[in-house]
């Protein structure tokens, strides 16, 4: 449906390189990276709110590069709303449609189902759009966006001023706005928990590029650079050397004698290879002395004293200084396991790095 070839962009001191993307039709697809690498740059170019040194805007196999914003089927929600002052919140809903001159009817039926959608009802009377709440007032900026019928909606860090409760709302909204409507959807963002969410396809920017491009569980567990890995909070990151493949298994060897297991799924990797290793902390596996070892976590058995404790959401962080070993393992397990364990700082434990866990990439 929409297609970016070869887009490469200059303004000021950024640059963005050759961007190659694809999103389907009907599909939630999320730009995710860290704030300044230049994702807010790119979504601007795709709708054309700024011109490209380079490369081309495809929309169902036709080139729109050059076409204006308003001459497309697409809406845009930046991350402030922007709504008018001098409009009432049904007038600032109402207000791209009559622009459009969509049949009053359409309109009609379009604003009853997304103030039912959007749970807007109690606010569409209001005459001064300044005494919404933020939350409020994008829930009525994504309503407009959302009244034209756009194929795509567009949307830039669109929760970013709005508290974590009503974000969380929003979120589960646009799911169902994606759904009941079968919109595709464009979204910017750098909230790695906002991304994995929503997203059914994901791409990492870094850097001003395009580093990975795929489904949550592929970005997730099968980073295929170290940028993305350390993006990730990959923290479990070894350099190290293959000793022996066999078959699908490779032999890992880090620092100081530790021998990783793991699975050499691209079968791309031969003994002696200089590689990187990693696992992330929640698929370590703290094994229970007073239960028996399933099949998966007999390898990869490591025993380590904790040397610092740290809580988090509904998590706990342990780091494990390895015996005689390095380097330092971060663990992560949620609260129940934590209080079943009672574990404590100087307490020593095994676990288990699951080799089906363990990625691999070249240094």
């Known amino acids: 449906m929409l297609e970016i070839k070869d887009l490469q962009i200059k303004i000021d001191n950024k640059i963005l390189f050759n961007v190659n993307l694809n999103i389907n039709k009907g599909e939630y697809f999320v730009l995710l990276g860290p704030s300044g690498v230049g994702k807010t740059l790119l979504i601007e170019t795709i709708i054309n709110l700024r011109k490209p040194y380079k490369g081309c805007v495809l929309l169902d196999g036709k080139d729109v590069t050059s076409l204006s914003p308003e001459n497309r089927p697409v809406s845009y929600l930046p991350q402030d709303s922007f709504l008018f002052p001098h409009l009432g919140v049904k007038d600032n809903i109402y207000f791209g449609a009559r622009e459009r001159k969509i049949p009053v009817a359409e309109q009609n039926k379009r604003f009853d189902d997304l103030v039912s959608v959007l749970n807007i009802k109690n ?95 592929d970005i997730y567990y099968h980073p295929t650079c170290i940028e993305v890995a350390r993006f990730m909070l990959n923290q479990n990151i070894f350099s190290g050397k293959i000793l022996e493949v066999t078959g699908e298994e490779a032999n890992i060897e880090i620092k100081k004698g530790l021998i990783l297991k793991a ?101």
């Open 123 to 217: 606010i569409i009377g209001r005459d001064d759009v300044r005494t919404l709440s933020l939350g409020e007032q994008q829930r009525v900026a994504l309503a407009r966006a959302l009244m034209v019928k756009p194929e795509i909606l567009f949307l830039d860090e669109p929760f970013a001023s709005v508290d974590e409760y009503q974000k969380r709302i929003l979120q589960l909204k646009l799911k169902e706005i994606n759904r009941l409507f079968k919109i595709t959807i464009f979204h910017v963002t750098h909230d790695r928990e906002e991304a994995f969410m929503l997203g059914d396809r994901l791409a990492i920017m870094i850097d001003g590029k395009i580093r990975q491009i795929g489904a949550r569980d």
């Open 263 to 363: 699975l050499n799924r691209s079968k791309k990797f031969n003994a002696g290879d200089q590689v990187y290793c990693g696992i992330r902390p929640e698929e370590i596996a703290v094994i229970r002395p007073d239960r028996p070892l399933k099949p998966m976590l007999q390898d990869n058995l490591v025993k380590g004293e904790i040397s610092e404790i740290f809580e988090k959401g509904g998590n706990h962080i342990l780091i494990l200084k390895l015996l005689d070993k390095d380097p330092d393992i971060e663990v992560v397990i949620p609260n129940c396991a934590y209080r079943d364990m009672e574990t404590a700082v100087g307490k020593i434990i095994s676990v288990c790095l699951k080799k089906n866990s363990i990625w691999i990439l070249t240094k």
